[in-house]
């Protein structure tokens, strides 16, 4: 069985698409398997199936739905997702595999390292979710370790029992929103994200910042929701007051985010459903390795892959009348 699947979702741009798989195929590590889901609209020119397993998913599929259907056919215990763009070198992957050989890791994330500007970063700052602002790569390894980073999807390492665990990547927001509920979700299931400093993986500004109003209006959305899930505006993180509101209002770009932030901030629906999920996952994590440490530090196998789905499915059967309840109200 590999140790590591590396999921490549094709998002239509052809020479981006290659030159990220190029890198991986020439810097692969040993025993890992390469996945690229797909909407049909990718060919293999190359034949490259022999080496890459391509997952054909049903037409116009978000990133998302590209990266939850290749993790339904991964059988790695880690997760690799590696967005069109970014480029890797040799031995990328070998400390992130060492980190999360600790039970006390579930997350790893690489330094980014932006081509353009040459600046370098290390995830997502949870304190500052609305303003997508990014952590500078130099954080302390302690900062990580306190849930204060959450990870890009632009090229991060979880383990795969979590993935199944939480259902996935959220395909119902934009990506950048999705990025954000990932971040809260693994902070509210008291997951411990760890930097690899010794992986550099380098990428273009788009894949690491914002700039459209709707994704903005999702992280704003899926933020209301976790604030409400804890009972409380500022909760799950900062907010803008409104003296940061009219600072940002002096440029026309960051006034167009903020708005758009406040817009989706307001929208109260989801919650329920978001908390089915949440609730899902702890009970999954406590019924696997009962009052001890839960899915993510069990040895990975088929059976407790299985053992996943089964726990999933007999608490969505415990939980069926509150569940379609929370759909519904969704």
């Known amino acids: 069985m590999p140790r590591l699947s590396i999921i490549i ?42 080496e890459v397993l391509f997952i054909e998913t049903s037409a116009r599929s978000s990133e998302a739905t590209l990266i939850n259907e290749a993790l339904k056919a991964a059988c790695a215990p880690v997760i690799h997702v590696i967005r069109c763009g970014v480029s890797v070198s040799e031995g990328w992957a070998e400390e992130p595999l060492q980190l999360l050989q600790s039970s006390q890791t579930s997350v790893v994330v690489p330094k980014y390292f932006e081509r353009k500007t040459g600046s370098e970063f290390c995830g997502l700052d949870i304190a500052h979710l609305w303003s997508h602002r990014l952590m500078p790569g130099n954080v302390s390894t302690s900062v990580a370790e306190k849930g204060a980073i959450g990870p890009l999807l632009a090229s991060c390492f979880i383990k795969r029992r979590l993935m199944l665990a939480i259902d996935g990547i959220r395909d119902d927001v934009p990506l950048a929103a999705a990025e954000s509920d990932l971040a809260l979700s693994l902070k509210q299931l008291k997951q411990r994200i760890s930097v690899a400093t010794s992986s550099v993986v380098e990428l273009s500004s788009d894949l690491i910042t914002v700039t459209d109003a709707e994704s903005f209006a999702g992280i704003g959305t ?24 009219m600072v940002a209002c002096l440029s026309l770009s960051r006034m167009v985010a903020v708005q758009a932030f406040a817009k989706g901030y307001r929208r109260s629906a989801g919650v329920s459903s978001l908390e089915a999920r949440l609730s899902l996952a702890k009970r999954i994590c406590s019924d696997l390795e009962p009052g001890v440490r839960g899915v993510v530090d069990v040895e990975d196998s088929e059976e407790s892959s299985h053992s996943i789905s089964k726990a999933r499915r007999d608490v969505a059967i415990r939980s069926a009348t509150t569940v379609e309840k929370t759909r519904r109200a969704a």
Do not use: M
Request: aromatic residues 8%.
């Open 222 to 245: 899926v933020l209301s929701q976790h604030d409400k899930l804890l009972g409380g505006v500022g909760k799950a993180s900062h907010v803008p007051s409104w003296l940061e509101r």
């Open 9 to 50: 979702p094709f998002a239509g741009d052809n020479s981006r698409f290659e030159t990220t798989l190029v890198s991986v195929l020439e810097s692969r590590p040993r025993d890992c398997e390469i996945l690229v889901p797909h909407d049909g609209s990718y060919e293999d020119p190359y034949q490259l199936s022999d």
